[in-house]
């Protein structure tokens, strides 16, 4: 079993930055592929980014390309998302989620674990 506890969401102006943790507690996170997804309102949650178990390999959907970078800590149980050149848009709840895979995820559905979600609110 393995809880996840997201932070670092709040509002902030367009143009501007965020950093996003992910924290988990419970055994084998190194073994979990990690990913970030969001659901702003109104609307389906979608994939955002995916690292995997060992912070190798990335992958972005193309909205967050060249602006949000995933990494992880496996020291620290901890994946962050530092999300540059926030646009409205970005606007939703972030959720992270584990997946135990040797490879990446973006499909929810094959998500293990999910966070509670974070909060996160761009001005214009």
């Known amino acids: 079993q393995v809880t996840l506890v997201e932070s670092g969401g709040g509002l902030v102006q367009a143009g501007g930055s965020l950093r996003l943790s992910c924290t988990a507690s419970?055994?084998?996170?190194?073994?979990?592929?990690m990913g970030w997804f969001r659901q702003a309102p109104g609307k389906d949650r979608e994939f955002v980014a995916t690292i995997n178990w060992g912070g190798s390999s990335t992958y972005y959907a193309d909205s967050v390309k060249g602006r949000f970078i995933i990494s992880r800590d496996n020291a620290k149980n901890t994946v962050y998302l530092r999300m540059n050149s926030l646009k409205p848009e970005d606007t939703a709840v972030y959720y992270c989620?584990?997946?135990?895979?040797?490879?990446?995820?973006?499909?929810?559905?094959?998500?293990?674990?999910w966070g509670q979600g974070t909060q996160v609110t761009i001005s214009s």
């Open positions: 989620a584990a997946y135990q895979t040797a490879g990446l995820g973006y499909r929810e559905e094959r998500y293990d674990y």
């Open positions: 419970g055994r084998g996170f190194s073994s979990y592929a």
